[in-house]
């Protein structure tokens, strides 16, 4: 928001006061400074006013000019070359003399120019640093003295404040708001702009040709509408301090009255709008939503499609208004105008905010109407409008203001005390200068009632334009805005030691970064918001409706994740494009993943691995597998506590959503509080992204209420100094039951044959066969059963009476065939 410092001094009397000082001061009422901008000439010393009197022909250049200038009595006549052409004899110049120095350092000395003695230069507005125009010489309107400082002919510059309003402060997106602030802290009188009109004083008849009737049919977006007519306007140039204070601030002056619309706005913060009444079809104005691929064409001159919802305002037959944000082409104000309709409305925020975000399309005055308008001003502002249209435009008010929508209640008010205000600052301030804060703040004191011991207890009312004020402590806010921050005294901080664990998230987060870090992995930082269309691929279709946002920022960042594995593949493409080696890549975040039927919030940890493709090594590696995925993943459940080997899994059927089936498994479920899965992904998925190879993955998600910090710790147990007993036995079982479900099976057998005679120590897979001699679509599962005695060497008879026991009972109560 830029503000014009000539500008304020219309409402508050800064003269005397530095520019330094006003920026500090915009700072310490809290907003942000980010640039001072000069404007105008700068203070230029030996450059006066002259009047070429003679211009002759260089004799050695046929481009430059030898000219006779008389730069007033004091300083006389001066020869002077020149290479500009837009002059004429008679003409008043600006005039550098020797010794001056211009913008950028240049000094002007006494020279030669082709054998011709030039003592000074004649300037160009350029190089006075006053404009951009460097095509001629800066010919001086209206004949000023000769002889008179530049800067005394000059227009005055300006100084304008760059400021970044923070987003409670819509008030401040005005001259009038910033005024206010500066007012309160250099206790200066506020001067509101005087306002003449009043509606009761309008004499002339309606023009129902013009303006017949205003209906607000979207009356919760809309709550209130006013229409203008005034008739018989001319269009012309705005004066000249118009045109300096809305150049000042960035604005290109284009007519007097698009210039006033723009003015109302920036000096109330109240966007207002200005129709050609003669271009309203049906003399009549609606407010109401867009019918589906309702076409505009804003004043940008681009064609814009409309969806059902947004906010418009239309005549008989179009919209002729994006409303809160941009007219049409054909309903704006042209040369030929005479007739008008003022508009100044009240829309709300996040209409005009939904409507702006999905055309793609921002405006002065869209991005007031998001951040929020005071509807109790309005008035003020329209009467303004009309005001300055009259003085400025000519012409009249036609009957009577048409207005839609009923007053908006305001009333606030908040109590608050001076102890109150000194306990939460840590320091007293007198109750006197409390009193003068909020005064000048215009926060009037409506009531006063004594109170024990906490002096006097203030009822203040609270201004329109400060919603931003609803509780006492924003009142303890703004007396320290206006007692200066630089006054708070210096004190000890106190405060207890409070020790306390770190949060089991952050535990997790820390266990899985330090453990697959020193396993080689890389980690990843994603966003959590991603495309809909990569969501897709690793969720039910009814899920991704449910993570979608509603009004996403953009596109690509449309749903919440449900995986983490989606990003990591992302960063790994992007390395595999650039020639990146990093291909084993981690991340803990948070996943959205459905419930019953609801989405819940997971601490989640992902990792991926990918074939190496073109790495020359000394040394070939053995690439991963399904278990080497299986390994890392068991580590991460470890940081949260879960065993994830004694765990039953599965492998992952059809519908894979980003695994291959039957080369993935999973375990755990999410209503149990966690759910883990790794493997192999899906290759056609892998291909459609662009990336070669194939890539094991590892996913493990886990609700946070089910983290204790703690994780899998492992307890000593002594081992055995004992010989081991092995036996060896082969099972023949169906090829769809998996290796893990026959080796518990197998397990709880072998422990309930062993009965704490002595120990169980491992059940393992050695041997898978498929093929001749065994039945078909069966497979032959080759175990290693490993018993040890903590006190003794086991016997051969009591192994074999065990191990005899153990085939008894798999014949009997299981389906599986001993292999002979």
Same mark, same amino acid.
């Given at each position: 928001m830029k503000i014009s410092r000539n500008w304020l001094q219309a409402y508050v009397d800064l003269a005397g006061i530095a520019d330094a000082d006003i920026s500090r001061a915009i700072t310490f009422l809290g907003f942000e400074v980010e640039q001072v901008i000069r404007t105008g000439a700068p203070q230029l010393d030996n450059v006066f006013v002259g009047e070429v009197l003679v211009r002759n022909k260089h004799p050695n250049a046929d481009k430059l000019s030898v000219c006779q200038v008389d730069v007033g009595p004091v300083h006389g006549v001066k020869t002077i070359v020149c290479?500009?052409?837009?002059?004429?004899?008679?003409?008043?110049?600006?005039?550098?003399?020797?010794?001056?120095?211009?913008?950028?350092?240049?000094?002007?000395?006494?020279?030669?120019?082709?054998?011709?003695?030039?003592?000074?230069?004649?300037?160009?507005?350029?190089?006075?640093?006053?404009?951009?125009?460097?095509?001629?010489?800066?010919?001086?309107?209206?004949?000023?003295?000769?002889?008179?400082?530049?800067?005394?002919?000059?227009?005055?510059?300006?100084v304008v404040f760059d400021i970044e309003i923070t987003p409670n402060r819509p008030d401040c997106l005005s001259h009038l708001g910033v005024a206010r602030e500066l007012s309160a802290w250099f206790k200066k009188?506020?001067?509101?702009?005087?306002?003449? =009109?009043?509606?009761?004083?309008?004499? $002339?008849?309606?023009?129902?040709?013009?303006?017949?009737?205003?209906?607000?049919?979207?009356?919760?977006?809309?709550?209130?509408?006013?229409?203008?007519?005034?008739?018989?306007?001319?269009?012309?140039?705005?004066?000249?301090?118009?045109?300096?204070?809305?150049?000042?601030?960035?604005?290109?002056?284009?007519?007097?009255v698009v210039d006033i619309g723009n003015y109302v706005m920036l000096e109330y913060g109240q966007p207002v709008h200005a129709f050609d009444a003669r271009k309203l079809a049906g003399a009549e104005i609606v407010v109401r939503h867009a019918v589906a691929d309702e076409k505009i064409t804003t004043l940008?001159?681009?064609?814009?499609?409309?969806?059902?919802?947004?906010?418009?305002?239309?005549?008989?037959?179009?919209?002729?208004?994006? /409303?809160?944000?941009?007219?049409?082409?054909? /309903?704006?104000?042209? $040369?030929?105008?005479?007739?008008?309709?003022?508009?100044?409305?009240?829309?709300?925020r996040q209409s005009v905010r939904a409507t702006s975000k999905r055309l793609g399309l921002s405006s002065d005055s869209s991005y007031r109407y998001e951040r929020g308008v005071d509807v109790h001003s309005l008035d003020e502002a329209l009467h303004r409008f009309i005001d300055l249209i009259l003085a400025h435009a000519g012409g009249q008010v036609a009957g009577p203001i048409h207005r839609v929508g009923g007053d908006i209640p305001w009333q606030r008010e908040i109590t608050v005390t001076p102890g109150y205000i000194n306990q939460k600052l840590g320091f007293d301030i007198p109750a006197a200068d409390m009193k003068a804060a909020f005064e000048a703040l215009e926060l009037a004191i409506v009531r006063e009632a004594p109170t024990e011991n906490q002096g006097p207890s203030w009822t203040l009312a609270v201004p329109s334009w400060r919603d931003d004020l609803d509780r006492p402590i924003d009142l303890v806010e703004e007396v320290m805005r206006l007692h200066g921050t630089e006054k708070i005294p210096a004190a000890v901080v106190t405060a207890p030691g409070l020790v306390g664990n770190d949060d089991p998230i952050v535990l997790f987060n820390r266990q899985v970064a330090d453990a697959l870090v020193g396993q080689g992995f890389n980690e990843c930082v994603n966003y959590t918001l991603r495309a809909g269309k990569e969501i897709a691929a690793w969720a039910p279709a009814a899920v991704v409706a449910d993570l979608a946002l509603a009004n996403p920022f953009v596109e690509d960042q449309s749903?919440?994740?449900?995986?983490?594995?989606?990003?990591?593949?992302?960063?790994?493409?992007?390395?595999?494009?650039?020639?990146? $080696?990093?291909?084993?890549?981690?991340?803990?975040?948070?996943?959205?993943?459905?419930?019953?039927?609801?989405?819940v919030e997971c601490v989640a940890a992902a990792f991926i691995i990918a074939e190496a493709s073109g790495e020359r090594t000394w040394r070939t590696r053995e690439p991963a597998d399904f278990y080497t995925a299986k390994r890392h993943t068991e580590t991460i459940a470890a940081a949260a506590g879960i065993e994830l080997g004694r765990q039953p899994t599965a492998l992952v059927a059809a519908p894979a959503l980003g695994w291959q089936e039957g080369q993935a498994a999973a375990a755990g479920d999410i209503k149990h509080g966690w759910t883990a899965t790794f493997g192999l992904l899906d290759l056609a998925h892998l291909k459609s992204l662009g990336i070669a190879g194939k890539v094991y993955a590892g996913f493990f998600a886990i609700l946070p209420e089910r983290l204790t910090g703690e994780g899998t710790r492992r307890r000593y147990q002594p081992f055995s100094l004992q010989p081991a007993a092995l036996r060896d036995l082969a099972l023949v079982v169906d090829n769809a039951v998996s290796a893990a479900e026959v080796q518990k099976t197998l397990?709880?057998?072998?422990?309930?044959?062993?009965?704490?005679? =002595?120990?169980?120590?491992?059940?393992?897979?050695?041997?898978?066969?498929?093929?001749?001699?065994?039945?078909?679509?069966?497979?032959?599962?080759?175990?290693?059963?490993?018993?040890?005695?903590?006190?003794?060497?086991?016997?051969?008879?009591?192994?074999?009476?065990? =191990?005899?026991?153990?085939?008894?009972?798999?014949?009997?109560?299981?389906?599986?065939?001993?292999?002979?």
């Open positions: 290479g500009a052409q837009n002059y004429k004899a008679g003409d008043r110049v600006p005039v550098a003399l020797v010794g001056a120095v211009l913008p950028g350092n240049f000094v002007i000395k006494e020279s030669k120019i082709r054998g011709e003695a030039s003592s000074g230069m004649m300037c160009s507005a350029k190089e006075l640093a006053i404009a951009e125009d460097a095509a001629g010489l800066l010919i001086l309107d209206g004949r000023p003295e000769l002889g008179a400082p530049i800067n005394a002919i000059l227009p005055p510059g300006d009188d506020l001067a509101y702009p005087a306002v003449s =009109f009043t509606p009761a004083a309008v004499s $002339a008849a309606p023009r129902t040709d013009l303006l017949k009737s205003v209906r607000v049919e979207a009356t919760e977006d809309c709550p209130l509408y006013t229409a203008t007519v005034v008739t018989g306007v001319t269009i012309a140039p705005s004066p000249d301090w118009l045109q300096q204070r809305l150049a000042a601030v960035g604005l290109r002056p284009i007519n007097n940008d001159a681009k064609e814009r499609a409309l969806t059902a919802g947004m906010l418009v305002i239309a005549d008989a037959q179009k919209p002729v208004v994006v /409303a809160g944000i941009m007219g049409a082409e054909n /309903a704006g104000v042209s $040369a030929g105008t005479t007739d008008l309709i003022l508009e100044v409305a009240f829309f709300k749903h919440l994740r449900p995986t983490l594995v989606s990003g990591l593949l992302e960063s790994l493409k992007l390395n595999q494009s650039r020639g990146v $080696a990093a291909s084993h890549l981690f991340e803990t975040g948070r996943v959205f993943v459905e419930r019953n039927g609801q989405l397990a709880k057998i072998a422990r309930a044959a062993v009965n704490n005679a =002595f120990a169980l120590e491992a059940v393992n897979v050695f041997d898978v066969y498929q093929g001749k001699g065994l039945p078909e679509g069966a497979k032959s599962l080759a175990f290693s059963l490993v018993f040890r005695s903590a006190e003794r060497t086991l016997t051969d008879d009591e192994v074999n009476a065990v =191990f005899t026991k153990i085939q008894d009972e798999l014949v009997k109560t299981t389906p599986y065939q001993i292999r002979k």
